[in-house]
């Protein structure tokens, strides 16, 4: 097989909590050698006539019998474990001193220590996980929000891997039927009807580019939903930033221009994490740092997909028109809500009528919420239009969602390579070159679950994980 790497026999070991001092740190080791080492400085129960899964408590002692610590060894024997091999896993008290004479310890009797990612390496390289899975629990652990804790763990459990596992087994079957008329080209049998392979490859390339086309909105969900909060010049634009937040994150003045660069700060918000951008207010100026900061918003909002108009609800509705036709071309491919803020300061009356405004110059899916950002009203009532714009599944969706910049170009490529198929058939291509685009869909696939994946991809990938993972 292609992914297979440099791998030897050792037994590894490392700290899998993280550092500093806690009350508990779990000291992990694993390797055929695992049980063998370990008993050279355990005082305790036998481990090796123990059940798997099982956890003992004892002591770690040092070459003269002294006691290092109590503390609790679990131990799962292969090749049911993690890395398919065996694993013990210790829990001691968090002294950073303790945690280091038991590593000095293990390291003294037979083990090394192990590199980023070596055990989730070895589980891969068992054949316990795919590589998909594999990258889905870096992405466990470094989740910060609900929506993307959902999808990496869906990925990890193999939702992502089944998928293309069905889509390698129909464009294996696509092959075969094509590989198999070749064989008779001279007899010119036909073992599958065009017409039924056209439709077959068109099922599979929709699956596959709807894949690709879900990571747009996965990328943002494991990133951070990019929110743009644009608007004139004192409208209250740092001050909904800081409401949002729930802390002083930006600058808030009576004075005209005071934000004069991009703030960049995350939350999340029903469970879902956004990346609120607060640009510099929109004005006109000759003041060379303030303008600097204003060309910025522009560039800011291209990389937003949600933006917030925030609007001085004491503005006069004709600098609100012209303020929208600065801002409008910018907003055409995103999701758009008005933040009618400073309502506190305004009537009934006014506040209808910047509302009609707003319904009139502004495309028809447009939300607009009023609110006091300064007293904090209704704010709540624009973090739920904010998840509503973020156009998330539903969290009862089976639908995977693709989170993983490698995958997507994977299947990127695999669209490509699926269409030549396409229209090879339908231009009545010969079957060895439709073939041979086939095999190519199949190996992009095959790319992404790490069963065609060159030794130095490997490599890269492990690289970023934390050492104990």
């Known amino acids: 097989m292609e992914h297979q790497i440099n791998n030897n026999n050792d037994t590894i070991c490392a700290i899998s909590t993280a550092p500093g001092v806690g009350g508990i740190a779990v000291i992990r080791i ?25 956890a003992h408590l004892g002591h770690i002692i040092d070459a ?102 069905d889509l390698r087994e129909q464009l294996l079957t696509f092959v075969s039927l094509m590989e198999l008329e070749l064989d008779f080209s001279e007899e010119e049998v036909e073992f599958a009807d065009r017409s039924r392979l056209i439709s077959l490859a068109s099922h599979i390339e929709e699956i596959i580019s709807r894949l690709a086309d879900s990571f747009s909105i996965g990328n ?32 808030v003045s009576n004075i005209h221009g005071t934000t004069r660069d991009v703030i960049e700060d995350t939350i999340t918000v029903g469970g879902t994490l956004f990346r609120f951008i607060d640009t510099a207010g929109i004005r006109h100026t000759d003041d060379i740092i303030e303008n600097m900061g204003i060309e910025r918003t522009f560039k800011k909002l291209n990389e937003a ?49 910047i509302t009609n405004t707003i319904a009139t110059i502004t495309p028809q899916k447009t939300t607009t919420v009023s609110i006091s950002a300064k007293n904090g009203t209704a704010i709540d009532t624009l973090q739920n239009a904010l998840i509503d714009a973020a156009h998330l599944p539903q969290n009862d969706s089976n639908e995977v969602i693709v989170t993983n910049a490698r995958h997507y170009a994977a299947l990127t490529k695999a669209t490509e390579a699926i269409r030549r198929a396409i229209d090879g058939l339908n231009n009545q291509i010969s079957g060895d070159f439709v073939s041979q685009d086939i095999r190519e869909t199949m190996h992009y696939l095959g790319e992404i679950t790490g069963e065609i994946t060159p030794a130095d991809i490997l490599t890269s990938i492990f690289s970023h994980f934390c050492i104990g993972k």
């Open 220 to 251: 943002a969900i494991k990133n951070g939903i990019p929110v743009a909060i644009v608007g004139e010049t004192n409208v209250g634009k740092s001050t909904l930033l800081n409401a949002l937040l729930q802390e002083e994150r930006a600058l």
């Open 30 to 54: 694993s390797g055929n050698n695992a049980l063998s080492i370990i008993k050279k400085i355990w005082n305790g129960k036998d481990l090796s006539s123990v059940a798997s899964h099982s």
């Open 64 to 165: 003269n019998g002294e006691i290092i610590d109590e503390v609790v060894a679990t131990i799962f024997i292969a090749p049911r474990t993690f890395t398919g091999e065996d694993v013990i896993e210790i829990s001691c008290h968090g002294s950073i001193w303790i945690q280091q004479q038991i590593l000095k310890l293990l390291i003294d009797n037979g083990c090394r220590m192990a590199t980023g990612g070596e055990f989730t390496q070895r589980a891969f390289l068992n054949g316990r996980i795919d590589l998909s899975q594999a990258e889905a629990i870096a992405d466990v652990i470094a989740c910060s929000s609900r929506a993307s804790h959902r999808i990496a763990i869906s990925q990890m459990r193999g939702a992502f891997s089944r998928q293309l596992a």
């Open 305 to 353: 997909s949600i933006a917030l108009w925030v609007i001085d609800a004491t503005s006069q509705i004709d600098e609100i028109k012209q303020m929208y036709s600065q801002i409008e071309k910018t907003l055409l491919d995103k999701t758009l809500i008005c933040v009618i803020n400073k309502i506190d300061t305004i009537s009934n009356s006014k506040l209808s009528e």
